[in-house]
């Protein structure tokens, strides 16, 4: 009986598809669980780029138009604001981390190899797999890497005029090398270049800078032109029209010959009269602001004999140089650091102005020595790197010469918006900066203009940030 009982039951087959069923069951379950976790660490993860993305780019637009001052603060700034913070002594290999990085950066050190200028952000977070670890016991790690960059034209000459013929001109045998930047032309009209006599124009083409012109057509007129040429271009936009011009100060000041010092970094000094300095006068000026309101031609001018300079009490000199006492005695000063009490900025930039707007004067500096470095810092509301800056409602086609010996050396940007720029004779500016926003823009008589000291971030013509990956 016993043995036909056995037999029945292994002969039954009732519930062994139940049996399967829980089994089958329990795996279905555990797999589904662990797709729901995975699925989970993508979304996780997919924050976590997102967070990234936006925590770089906000870095990297800071750091290119200096507000927030501290790009390294903004971007784990907005990283925090996603719930990812920065901790101090965090890296590339620290976990939990937000880490930014860039050689653009200081005190930073790459997590990966990326294009110099460019910043990234890598943000790590463990994370754990509750049923993987029945097989890998050690938490698993997401993480995201973020790089961008500043995209955008940035130049050094801006001819604005969309009219003129020609808006840059190159003549007789004047020979304008634009070595570091590109040069930008708004004139849609024929001959809106023009290279005669024995002049030439170029640029470092090999370093990926040309000559843009928004008109199709261009007149060597027997000069050379050796600059890469892209015709056709959209117009350039003037990047200071919504930058507001300083005001004039009280008391202003009649002085003319000597020493001016702003007393504090970055202060302001307001010109009575025009700023005309003949043979035999020389005038320094300590870091800041000059405002000149007089209108007019010639509202500063220089001549044979005569000695424009900024002057500070930085180790840079005016001629870019390292510091050297003996310079400054050959001013009159007993040591470099007295020349400006209480100043420790550096560079100037000369205003333009007048009132009403349309009465602001223009430049001539046609003689004597020229030392001037622009502003190392915003000052007044102005941008870094003004030398020189004319109310944007001043009278069109105000004419504005920089006609000097090789005595010139100016280093910044020439910001006048409703000028003719004219840049004669054998002025040089040889191991300097110059940069030129105007009208329209004069090479003559043999002008030598050389600008191979600009520096990677010229004047940005507009741009946006960019995600490389």
């Known amino acids: 009986m016993v043995t036909n009982l056995c037999r029945k039951l292994i002969a039954d087959r009732r519930g062994a598809t139940a049996i399967m069923i829980a089994v089958m069951a329990a795996l279905l379950i555990g797999f589904t669980s662990l797709g729901f976790e ?45 719930g990812y913070n920065h901790s101090s002594g965090d890296d590339c290999t620290t976990s939990p981390t937000v880490y930014l990085y860039s050689d653009a950066l200081s005190g930073t050190t790459p997590c990966l190899t990326i294009p110099s200028g460019d910043v990234g952000i890598r943000i790590k977070q463990p994370f754990t797999l509750r049923l993987a670890k029945v097989l890998f016991p050690a938490d698993f790690t997401l993480h995201v890497d973020a790089v961008a960059y500043w995209s955008g034209k940035s130049g050094c000459i801006l001819a604005l005029s969309t009219t003129r013929t020609p808006a840059l001109w190159v003549s007789g045998n004047s020979n304008t090398n634009v070595q570091s930047c590109d040069t930008y032309i708004n004139s849609d009209a024929s001959n809106a270049v023009k290279i005669d006599g024995t002049a030439s124009f170029g640029c470092n083409g090999a370093g990926g800078y040309s000559l843009n012109i928004q008109g199709t057509t261009f007149q060597t007129g027997g000069g050379t032109n050796t600059c890469p040429t892209d015709t056709g271009q959209p117009p350039t936009s003037d990047p200071y029209a919504a930058t507001t011009t300083p005001s004039p100060t009280s008391p202003c000041t009649s002085t003319t010959n000597g020493t001016l010092n702003p007393a504090t970094s970055g202060g302001v000094v307001t010109f009575c009269n025009k700023v005309m300095l003949t043979n035999g006068k020389t005038l320094n000026l300590c870091p800041g602001v000059y405002i000149v ?40 000063f007993t040591s470099w650091n007295a020349v400006c009490p209480n100043n420790t900025g550096n560079g100037v930039a000369i205003v333009l102005t007048g009132s009403p707007a349309s009465n602001t004067g223009s430049a001539s500096l046609s003689g004597g020595t020229i030392k001037l470095v622009g502003l190392q810092s915003s000052a007044d509301g102005l941008p870094a790197g003004i030398v020189f800056w004319q109310n944007q409602g001043a009278t069109l086609d105000n004419s504005d010469a920089f006609t000097g010996s090789t005595s010139q050396f100016i280093d ?16 040089t500016t040889a191991g300097g900066c110059t940069e030129m926003i105007a009208q329209t823009i004069k090479f003559t008589g043999g002008a030598v203009f050389q600008n191979a000291g600009c520096p990677q971030n010229t004047i940005d013509f507009g741009g946006s940030p960019k995600l490389l990956y």
């Open 38 to 82: 995975v699925v989970q660490a993508l979304q996780i993860q997919r924050h976590m780029q997102s967070a990234a993305d936006s925590a770089v780019l906000a870095a990297v637009t800071a750091n290119k138009t200096g507000y927030p001052s501290d790009p390294t603060q903004e971007g784990y700034g907005v990283a925090a604001k996603a």
């Open 412 to 427: 910044g940007v020439l910001y006048l918006p409703q000028g003719d720029i004219s840049w004669a004779g054998s002025t």
């Open 293 to 332: 309101t007089a209108g007019g031609n010639n509202a500063v001018s220089t001549s044979s004999g005569s000695t424009l300079q900024s002057v500070s009490n930085s180790p840079l000199l005016s001629d870019g140089v390292t510091a050297n006492p003996t310079y400054w005695q050959t001013l009159g």
